[in-house]
């Protein structure tokens, strides 16, 4: 059974940072691409960041987050990771991560996980 667990979220204040982890089980976690997403009160889903599989070795970032925030895989411990700094109040979002349906970031998410809350605020 495929399974996606994120945790790391919580309260911080502007200019901060926090790691997301998006640990995974029930699948080989290294041969597809995950991707973190989030949702803000009132607005639709949106895409932050994709890693691929390992053979392809590709991180994608949305434009907002260019620069402030690192995903990093660790097949090992089957978790993908979300390092997140320089917060800003626009990144208030419930945070998910995802498993792609193929190692590539093209492919349509197929799993979620239940979803991590952060919130910046001062």
């Known amino acids: 059974q495929v399974q996606l667990v994120e945790s790391g979220g919580g309260l911080v204040q502007p200019g901060g940072s926090l790691r997301l982890s998006c640990a995974a089980s029930?699948?080989?976690?290294?041969?597809?691409?995950i991707g973190w997403f989030r949702q803000a009160p009132g607005k639709e889903r949106e895409e932050v960041s994709c890693?691929?599989?390992?053979?392809?070795?590709?991180?994608w970032y949305a434009n907002f987050v260019k620069g402030r925030f690192t995903i990093s895989r660790d097949n090992a411990r089957s978790t993908v990771y979300l390092q997140m700094n320089s917060l800003k109040f626009e990144d208030t979002a419930v945070y998910y991560c995802?498993?792609?349906?193929?190692?590539?970031?093209?492919?349509?998410?197929?799993?979620w996980g239940q979803g991590t809350q952060v919130t910046v605020s001062s």
């Open positions: 995802a498993r792609r349906g193929s190692g590539s970031c093209t492919g349509a998410p197929d799993s």
């Open positions: 890693i691929t599989a390992n053979r392809y070795g590709f991180k």
């Open positions: 029930g699948f080989a976690m290294d041969y597809y691409a």
